[in-house]
Every structure is written in C-alpha cells, then in structure tokens.
C-alpha cells in the first residue's frame, strides 16, 4: 500500500511557477476518462472540472471513452497532439494491468504516455450477496471448498485490476472460480445483489455505496490494516485464511498526457494538482467518493507506481498463464 508520510513533494515542482507554458491552456481541455460515468476516474474527472473552472476560469471537458477494458481511451490519448489539450484521467487497470495481460495493444503505456500527477486510491472489497451463508472470509472459503463449481465470481471487465485480483485470489486458496466479465461495475454490483452471481472484488469506490446500502457485503477489504471508508471491515490479516495474510491491492488514479507533451505542460498540472491535494476542501471531496488523496509530489513519484504494478501484473500473467 501506499502511505502519505512516504511521500514527499518534490521541491523543484512544489516552487517552479515560472516554468508554466506560456497562453497554456489556449481552449478547452479534454480529460479522456477510459471508462464510463460512475467509476473512480470519472468521479475525479468531474470534481476537477468543477475545481478548474472555478479557480482558474479553465474549461475541462471530460470525454468517456470507455471499451476495450480501457484501451480504446488510452490511444485516444496517445495519438493525441502532445499539446496538453488532450489529457488522461486513468485508474491502473488500463495502463497497469490492461497492458500486462492483453498482447498487441497499439500503444506502449512506458513510451507512449507521459506521466504527470498522482491524485489517490482506493481499496478493494470481496463483497458477496447479502444472503449468501457467509459472514466473513473465512467462512467463505470454508463454503467454496466444500461445493467446488458451485459460485460464480462476477468481474468489472476482463484485463481489469479486478479480474486479476481475482485470478490470484483464486491461487492463493487454490479455489478455481470460473469468473464472468461485466462491462463496469454497476452491473456486476446489481447482479451480485440478486444472486446471479456469488463474488466479486471491487474497487471501494463502485462497492462501498452498495455495502453501506445492504445490497451487498463485505468481507475483508484487500489490505493490511482497516480502511477509515468502511472500518467495520475486516482486513485480509484478521480474516482468518492464512493463505492471503499478506494479500492486498489497490486502485490508484493519475493524470497522463501524451508522449511529447511540453514539460511545461507537466509542471503546469502537476502544480494544480499539489496545491488541491494540500487542502482539506479538496480532500474531502474525493473522500466523498471513497477515495483517499495523495499528498503533494512530482510526476516521477506516478511513473514510479506506473513501472512497478505493470511488472507486478506481468509476472502474475507469466506465472498464472492468464489470457484473454
């Protein structure tokens, strides 16, 4: 997991102002979100247009471009002209694990895209019918053991972080769990709701509201320690299955441009989003959406992330033989 005290700014970026573009932005930016309205990308997208426009009088309009488990969005953005009008609002799934288990995707996430903020994250829930015979994980393993073939788990889209959470929640406790792909996870939460389905990790975000309202729940968020969203939930070291004491995992949200993109340009941003993320006003908003802010830093601190969960996923491609 990621934690705000290992974070640092980086000085230069945190004091550079004179660095900004020129006429920078000279109309409307596009925030291409690779998914539809309703997910966490989206959801920060659409605070940002908000905050943009009332605090510096610039226009943001978020385009969904939502298929291919996001890969329609990302070549959106990188053919794209590098001019900063056409930006990314991207979680993982499309440039993390999309990319590491999905061969001969038109772009190249490493060469093609161009880093520029990280915004924040959110957990994963295993959250399960509300009437299913099972009030913690533990319980739940025990019942998928015992009827093996029986539950169905549901996923927000093949290629997604959800799907391969899945996928190695299942070879950890050694439990096949044929896995039905969904195209979002409104669907997938309603058919889980009813039955049709019996499991499904979910981003926080998508997930919580439907715990929070009795349509489903929740039994153990993806992390080592409680999530301050919904601490009533166990984490995966109380949830009493040694096989994924140490498991966890997280959906996190930047901005990106395209390769070539002025570094100006990524100053520019990479400021906006330091001075929002240092301010409680800010933060609040997003934690209205369930997701918890990252402190002020560079663009290198997501290019970082952005290299580590590819070759994360990648290796857990390699290992599991996964394809699409």
């Known amino acids: 997991m990621i934690h705000r005290r290992s974070l640092l700014a980086t000085p230069a970026l945190a004091l550079g102002g004179t660095a900004y573009a020129q006429g920078y932005p000279s109309r409307p930016v596009r925030i291409i979100v690779p998914f539809p309205p309703g997910n966490m990308s989206d959801l920060i997208a659409r605070v940002l247009t908000e905050e943009m426009q009332s605090r510096h009088n610039v226009q943001v309009i978020v385009d969904n471009r939502a298929g291919a488990t996001g890969a329609i969005g990302v070549q959106a953005v990188t053919s794209a002209a590098p001019d900063g009008h056409t930006l990314l609002l991207t ?9 590491a288990v999905t061969p001969n995707l038109p772009f190249d996430v490493l060469r093609d895209l161009v880093p520029m903020s990280l915004i924040g994250w959110t957990g994963f829930l295993i959250v399960v019918p509300p009437d299913l015979p099972a009030n913690n994980l533990a319980e739940l393993v025990a019942l998928m053991r015992a009827h093996p073939g029986r539950y169905i788990a549901a996923n927000p889209g093949m290629g997604t972080a959800g799907h391969l959470t899945t996928e190695m929640f299942s070879r950890l406790t050694r439990i096949p769990l044929e896995q039905v792909p969904y195209r979002g996870s409104a669907q997938a ?3 889980l709701s009813v039955g049709r389905v019996h ?3 979910d981003a926080m975000t998508s997930a919580t509201p439907q715990v929070t309202g009795g349509r489903v729940k929740a039994l153990a968020v993806l992390a080592q320690n409680r999530s301050p969203i919904l601490p009533e939930v166990p984490s995966m070291r109380e949830a009493g299955v040694p096989e994924v004491v140490d498991f966890q995992s997280l959906a996190w949200a930047g901005l ?5 993109t002025p570094p100006a340009v990524t100053l520019y941003w990479n400021r906006i989003f330091n001075e929002l993320l240092a301010e409680p006003s800010f933060i609040r908003r997003l934690a209205q959406q369930n997701v918890e802010a990252a402190p ?4 290198e601190r997501l290019a970082d992330l952005l290299r580590t969960d590819l070759s994360r996923w990648q290796r857990l491609v390699r290992e599991a033989n996964i394809t699409l």
Do not use: T
Not at 91 to 99: E, G, I, K, R, T
Not at 296 to 299: C, I, K, L
């Open 189 to 191: 939460l309603l058919d």
């Open 199 to 201: 499991f499904m990790v």
């Open 91 to 99: 979680s993982n799934s499309p440039v993390a694990v999309n990319p």
């Open 296 to 299: 002020p830093g560079g663009p």
């Open 256 to 260: 990106m441009g395209p390769a070539g």
